[in-house]
């Protein structure tokens, strides 16, 4: 009898220790409410892919919890919790608490940074899950879609798959990206790579409250200030009355894609599972096309392989012909003649085509519109200056207006979208197609 209770008492034993080694490797990649984790362990994604855990930039001796993706070489940070606060010593831990909210402690258990407070409750068993894509989520136990937080709606300098950029226009949260202060401080920088609302949405380039790089508007293929090759990228534009994002895929689940804002503008990484070792497909050296407004209004950067040149659009004049002469162009273009608009209806549009469309901040776009209804609708109105079509798939669709000065113009050699300017009826000949 005695035998008997030794072996149910060791087969329990047995169970509890079997439970408690499931449970342990059940959660490399998640924390339940009341466990942690401190500097010198990681969170592994299910994967294997991305890892979270405790790391000093750079030079620095400073702490900060972080995401990397896992055995990439060199080492990169996507994504950092206490940017902004950073741990003096090794001596922090992160927590998840019964209300779903990740907490990190330093050594007097001052909490030095939380996750956004969760308005919803929790619900049973809030867990914490580092997923393969990177993003690290807070979700109602084990319910799908029950997430309670993400790190993907707080970016931080780095742009990866899956993640939107935009606005989430019910409850006014904008995602962005920010570069770091720099290589040893992942303080926000000085450069942030965001979605600008006014007109029809683009993505922009800031540096602090100066438009540096206009990345642009989508037109239903790609952003028109990156027109040609995505590098194996599947993107994507929503705009509806609930939110406004831009978002990629990666076409081949064995590539890794990121655009990075950095200190000094950003770059573009790439690498594949079987390598492991990052490339730089980009380092952010752009001609001086792409500098924003670099020929300032109504006039047409084109770059030769070695030097940028700048021409005013058809019925428009330097502002300052001295200072255009020699090759000043900030100043940009003027109307040759000033228009009353009495005879609006004698205007014409000339065409020009691989053209990155202007700013448009001031534009105003309708996508049920035809083209030749955009020309009309344009023609009706004094302030427009030009029209292009809103969607360049399966033969254009849409209507994208300018009003007053058109800003931030380019030509690309095999690239590009039609765009018509509007002249008076004296600039038209039998000229109408420009470039």
């Known amino acids: 009898m005695g035998e008997q209770k030794l072996e149910v008492k060791m087969l329990f034993i047995w169970f509890l220790l079997l439970s408690h080694l499931s449970r342990i490797g059940n959660s490399l990649d998640s924390l339940a409410v009341s466990e942690s984790i401190q500097d010198g362990k990681t969170l592994v994604s299910a994967g294997g892919i ?15 919890l972080g995401i990397w993706y896992a055995n ?15 741990l ?17 402690l330093d050594a ?53 798959p899956g993640m939107k950029l935009g606005w989430d226009l019910e409850t006014g949260v904008e995602r962005f990206v920010s570069s770091w202060k720099s290589v040893d401080d992942p303080a926000e920088g000085e450069y942030a790579l965001k979605m600008n609302l006014s007109g029809y949405p683009q993505m922009m380039i800031f540096k602090g409250p100066d438009k540096e790089f206009r990345v642009g508007s989508w037109n239903g293929l790609s952003l028109v200030g990156n027109p040609g090759p ?70 047409i950067c084109t770059y030769d392989g070695s030097h940028p040149s700048c021409e005013c659009l058809r019925s428009y004049v330097p502002k300052s012909s001295d200072q255009w002469n020699i090759s000043i162009w900030l100043n940009g273009c003027v109307p040759r003649n000033k228009s009353n608009c009495t005879n609006s209806y004698t205007d014409g549009f000339l065409k020009y085509t691989h053209m990155k469309l202007p700013d448009t901040s001031s534009s105003r776009f309708d996508a049920t519109m035809s083209l030749d209804e ?34 931030d113009m380019r030509n690309f050699s095999e690239w590009g979208q039609d765009l018509y300017i509007r002249v008076p009826a004296s600039e038209l000949g039998t000229e109408l197609l420009l470039f």
């Open 50 to 64: 991305t890892e979270a855990g405790f790391f000093s930039p750079g030079n620095s001796t400073r702490r900060y």
């Open 72 to 86: 990439v070489s060199p080492f990169t940070v996507v994504w950092v919790a206490n940017r902004n606060t950073p």
């Open 88 to 104: 003096e010593n090794k001596s922090g831990v992160l927590k998840l608490n019964e209300k779903g909210i990740l907490v990190l």
């Open 108 to 160: 007097a258990n001052n909490t030095i940074w939380s996750s956004s407070n969760i308005s919803s409750k929790a619900g049973n068993d809030p867990i914490a899950r580092l997923l393969d894509s990177g993003n690290f989520v807070v979700k109602k136990g084990q319910e799908t879609n029950g997430v309670l937080w993400q790190s993907f709606d707080y970016p931080g300098d780095t742009f990866m």
């Open 230 to 299: 995505t590098y194996g990228t599947a993107p994507r534009f929503v705009l509806n009355e609930k939110e406004v994002y831009y978002e990629y895929g990666v076409e081949d689940s064995s590539w890794f894609i990121v655009y990075k804002v950095t200190p000094s503008g950003g770059q573009i990484l790439y690498w594949t599972t079987q390598t492991r070792n990052e490339q730089v497909v980009s380092n952010g050296e752009q001609d001086r096309c792409e500098n924003y407004a670099f020929c300032g209004a109504n006039s």
């Open 374 to 407: 955009c020309q009309q609708s344009c023609l009706m109105n004094c302030s427009c200056t030009g029209y292009a079509s809103l969607n360049v798939l399966d033969g254009g669709s849409g209507c994208l207006l300018w009003f007053n000065d058109l800003v």
